[in-house]
């Protein structure tokens, strides 16, 4: 009988989507009694610096050195492959694969291999949405990325930064769903909720359109790779030096 891999949650990006990705993964597992769930290892490290600003302005607290570690410390716990619940922290992903002998789930790869409309609009934090971490993987398959207008960008970081301080209201809610029909206004025709902390604001059932909340497809990527016998298979890491404009967000016009 093969062993089931221990899945490794690398979290504190927040606090809270990390625990939003541990309780999916629970809620998706046909479990009878506590010995049918898998092992999971949490290292919530909040304090890695910010993920966005050192991509931007690298005088800002570079986050790689604690991230490096971070992956490091579950992989000695024991963990078998390593699950980030933040869309963000993937710019650094190559780099991070790299510093484990173990694999690193890519959320943002997963999330694109299943969309199946164009264009699709993204809801995500700056790093997301302007270094173009979905578009490059949604345009190999055909689709096309639709990101907020710049003052609706605006409010999205607002409510991000307002759910990770605690403040996740109707009012929160209301404003990223007003930017989200916008999108659809713009001819959107469905929408990735690529930032952990709006998964914890809005869900499919707030839209007409279908939703690919990538945090739900993160926790049926560690499920489905901590059951099977296989080993992951990884695109060779492309080292990421300068941070630069990966790819030519597309705005809604």
Known sequence: MNREKVIGILGGMGPEATVELFRRIVARTPARRDQDHVRVIIDSNSKIPDRGSYVFDQ??????????ETARNLERAGADIITMPCNTV???????????RIPVIDMIRETATILNESPVGLLG????????????????????????????????MRDIFAIKAGRNDSLIKQEL???????????????????????LA???????????????VLAEA????????????????????????????????
Do not use: F
């Open 59 to 68: 005088r800002a607290e570079d986050p790689r050195p604690a991230l490096r």
């Open 90 to 100: 993937h710019y650094y992903l190559p780099e991070l694969r790299r510093a484990v």
């Open 125 to 156: 934090t700056d790093t997301t949405t302007k270094m173009g971490l979905y578009h490059k993987a949604a345009y190999e398959r055909g689709i096309d990325i639709l990101v907020p207008k710049p003052d609706d960008q605006r409010i999205v």
């Open 177 to 199: 769903l007003d930017v989200a029909h916008r999108l659809q206004e713009q001819g959107t025709r469905a929408m990735i909720v690529g930032c952990t902390e709006i998964s």
């Open 202 to 216: 809005i869900s499919q059932a707030d839209l007409n359109i279908p939703v690919y909340d990538a945090l739900d």
């Open 222 to 253: 560690a499920l489905r790779e901590a059951r099977t016998s296989e080993r992951m298979t990884e695109p060779v890491a492309v080292a990421t030096t300068t941070p630069r404009l990966a790819w030519a967000p597309t705005p809604a016009a």
